[in-house]
Structure formats: C-alpha cells, structure tokens
C-alpha cells in the first residue's frame, strides 16, 4: 500500500488536479495548450539536455537494456498491427495507428517521476538512455510504415520523400534537439557556467509538474469513444505485453542489474503518451482508438504500475 500512497498517487493527483481544473473551468483549453507547449517544447527539452549531459555513457547504454525494452515495443507494435487488421479488420492505415499507440509508452512523463519516487534521481539513468532513442526511433518508425501503408492503398510518397519527412520531424521535435545538445556536451566535455547551470536547473524542475498537470487537462478533452476491442487491445499491448517481455528478457535474457532492470520495466509498464493520439492525428486516421486507449489506459496504469512495484526487487 506505501507503494500506491507514497510513489504512484502523488504523480496521479497532478494529473488529477489538471483534469479537474480543466472540467470545473478553472482553467481553458487554450491555457492548457499553452502549459503544454511550454513543458514539451521548452521545459522537457531542458530536462532531458541536463540529463543526457551528466549521465554515464558507458553504464547507461547498456545493449541488453535497450534490447529489452525495444523487443517488447516492437512486439506490441506487431500485435497491435496484426490485430487491427486480421480480427478488427481495419484499414492499413489505421492499424499503424493503432500499432503505434501500441508502442509508444508514456516514458517521460509517467516513467521518469514513478521511477525517482521509488528509486531515487540516481535509478534514473537506465530511464534516460532509453528515452534518449524513444522518441526519434518509435516515429521514424511510425512514418515509414504509416508510409508503406499509404502508398498500399493509395499510391503514398517516393522512398526519398518518405525520408526526408522521417528525418525532419525527428529533427524538429524540441525533445529530440534537448538529446542531441545533451550528447553535444557530454561528448565534449564542455565545462557549464555556474549561472547557466543554475538557469538550467531551474527551468528543468518546472517541466514534470507542468507537464503533468497539463496531461490531465488534455486527457480531459478525449472521451472513451470507438471500437471497444481494439482499445482493449491497445490498453493490454502497452500495460501487459511491453512490459512482461522487456522484464523476462531484461531478468532472464540479458540478465540486467536491478537498476536496469527497475528502469526498463517501469518505463515499458507505462500507458500510452499523447504522442500516440498526436500521431494518429497527423495523419487523420484511427483517432478515437488512440485517443481513448491513452485515457483508458492511464488510469488504469495507476493499478499495474502498483503490480509491478511489488513484483520489482
């Protein structure tokens, strides 16, 4: 029960607190667009850059980390994929989009503040090697076969273009470009100034709250809509699927230590991100499924995140 009132609740009532701020009025749309764009184009980006500066490169990349947590992605990717298509019989399209909410675990705003309250800020390193990829690998991903499927059912893109759009929405994602500054200056070794640290560090601490409370006030907006099924399916690919593989291969396969073990489970554990409703938003296809999974399944992630704490050392 510590677990649940100690760790998972206290990430959850942000949450709750926009969601209930947002439903009451208390605050509108647009400023929960604008507490959005702040902590995902400005706030994130900043925390991921001091991140991704300071880790250990050496102990954080470990391949049968990364390895781990893929695998499973991938594998909800394929059951998402297969399942849209063979039992709900969607269209191509939209069982990518659906494939990708399958994969697109919310491992930022849910995995990184779940894990530091159980483990403490130095369990975190595994979390930010494997966010360092997520979001640049899972849409470069998303796009191309998003791609294939379009040019299958309606004569889609030339593979260059395909390319050159893969390559420019991962190089203008603000997240992407906070990694990128980040391996920049460890790399390097560049010394950062007092002052600039500190600016740093001050804008990287208002990220999760803002981030938070703005994901209930976006989550405030989707109602449990579309296909019943295929959102279950979706809820048990990112809930269940992901994480019992990444913790079989992570435990027996590669047989991680316990911080990377911890990181990789509770980051493959974590409902669907936004991202996933953003994606199939752009390309107008499967949005009440995606939409009403990341809403279904952040609920009720509230209980499996519980789960896996017990069952973690």
């Known amino acids: 029960m510590s677990a649940l009132l100690d760790v ?10 926009g969601w209930i701020a947002t439903a009451r009025g208390f605050i509108s749309d647009g400023a929960i667009d ?7 184009t400005f706030a994130l980006p900043v925390l991921l850059f001091k991140s991704v500066a300071a880790l250990d490169l050496s102990q954080a990349f470990e391949p049968g980390l990364l390895l781990s947590f893929y695998i ?3 594998a909800g990717f394929a059951f998402g994929f297969v399942g849209a298509r063979l039992v709900f019989h969607r269209p191509l399209t939209d069982s990518v989009a659906i494939a990708f909410a399958c994969t697109f675990s919310n491992s930022l705003l849910l995995g990184v503040p779940i894990t530091e309250r159980a483990y403490g800020a130095g369990a975190l390193a595994g979390n930010f090697a494997i966010i360092s990829v997520h979001a640049p690998l899972i849409y470069a991903v998303g796009i191309i076969v998003m791609e294939w499927a379009r040019s299958r059912e309606a004569g889609g893109k030339q593979p260059a273009e395909v390319l050159r759009q893969v390559l420019r ?3 203008t994602q603000p997240l992407v470009i906070g990694i990128l500054c980040g391996f920049v200056v460890n790399f390097s070794g560049i010394a950062q100034p007092e002052f600039f640290a ?14 938070l409370f703005g994901l209930g006030g976006v989550l405030w907006r989707y109602r449990p ?10 809820v ?21 230590g316990v911080d990377g073990l911890r990181s990789v489970t509770i980051t493959a554990a974590m409902a669907p991100g936004v991202n996933a409703y953003m994606f199939a938003h752009m390309y107008g296809v499967g949005k009440r499924v995606s939409a009403s999974a990341v809403l279904v399944a952040t609920g009720l992630s509230i209980f499996t995140t519980w789960g896996w704490l017990h069952i973690l050392p």
Do not use: N, T
Not at 225 to 234: C, F, P, S, Y
């Open 8 to 17: 998972i609740l206290p990430v959850f009532l942000v949450i709750g607190f």
């Open 225 to 234: 809509e579309g296909e019943k099924g295929a959102i279950a399916m979706v």
């Open 236 to 256: 048990f690919a990112s809930l269940v699927l992901h994480p019992v593989v990444a913790y079989g291969l992570a435990r027996f396969g590669f047989g991680l």
């Open 169 to 171: 929405a991962v190089a």
């Open 34 to 40: 604008g507490v959005m764009r702040f902590a995902q």
């Open 72 to 74: 499973g992605a991938f």
């Open 198 to 211: 500190a600016a740093v560090d001050m804008v990287a601490r208002s990220g999760l709250p803002a981030a």
